[in-house]
């Protein structure tokens, strides 16, 4: 594939189109007038810095991987081993042609956030970027992932709105106790019933004090906050004893 003239490139780049990340094959641009810049370039260069600058003997697992920009720059750390993941194949066309294109050695596949358990195994590095306000149940997601599939770190990010600060709140409330709730920075999720800057799979949108708690709560432990909307967390500890869905319990259990 890297023998193609910049005219074939550019042909099959209008084929699989549009695009949504912004990548450059061979001087061929694949979304030139994205409305958020050189994106995801612009973001993340943002935090970069971030992960070590070689991942060799390192595996990764890229969830909701869109065109591949990520599992591609994880591979150029040299990477042993990246599987990206997405639930639609135009997505995965164009990052599998990408890949080619760029001589990178990537692994995609169509998988739903909610079946990883399948893959049967565990990743060094989990990325998770830009999937969680997409999501009907975002909850359920990053305890699967913390379940089945992320062994040491993930890199997460989610658009966030709201309030950005994020106070600590006490553990526990007397029932009758509600001012809390009222707080701005108070853990929130924003649901959209129909749809947020056009587009309908918007669901849930956290502000930053709730994107911490969730990550907390599902057993991440926040390790790097490099980019307001981006953190680096390892895997720890579940604070509560309940599986990724609540189990059921028979009347009087």
């Known amino acids: 594939m890297n023998t193609l003239s910049t005219d074939e490139i550019r042909r099959k780049v209008d084929a699989l189109g549009p695009w949504f990340h912004n990548l450059d094959l061979h001087g061929v641009r694949t ?92 990743f060094d590095l989990v990325i998770f970027m830009g999937v969680l306000y997409h999501l009907r149940h975002p909850l359920l997601a990053l305890d699967l992932i913390h379940e089945h599939v992320a062994r040491d770190q993930m890199l997460f990010q989610s658009m966030q709105r709201g309030s950005d600060r994020a106070p600590e709140f006490a553990n526990d409330y007397d029932f009758w106790t509600t001012d809390q709730f009222a707080a701005e920075e108070y853990p929130k999720l924003h649901f959209v019933e129909h749809r947020y800057a056009g587009d309908p799979t918007n669901w849930w949108i956290p502000n930053r004090g709730c994107t911490e708690a969730m990550l907390r709560s599902s057993g991440f432990v ?28 028979r009347s009087g259990a």
């Open 31 to 122: 979304a030139p007038s994205h409305f958020l810049g050189d994106y995801p370039s612009v973001k993340w260069r943002s935090f970069a810095g971030a992960l070590p600058q070689s991942l060799a003997g390192k595996t990764v697992l890229d969830i909701g991987c869109n065109a591949g920009f990520y599992s591609m720059e994880m591979k150029r750390r040299g990477a042993e081993r990246v599987l990206g993941l997405d639930s639609r194949d135009e997505y995965l066309a164009q990052a599998r042609f990408a890949a080619e294109v760029s001589g990178l050695d990537v692994e995609f596949r169509n998988l739903s956030v909610y079946d990883v358990g399948k893959l049967g195994e565990k």
């Open 222 to 249: 926040i390790a790097a906050h490099p980019e307001p909307e981006v953190y680096l967390c390892r895997r720890g500890e579940r604070m509560q004893a309940d599986g990724a869905v609540y189990p059921g319990r």
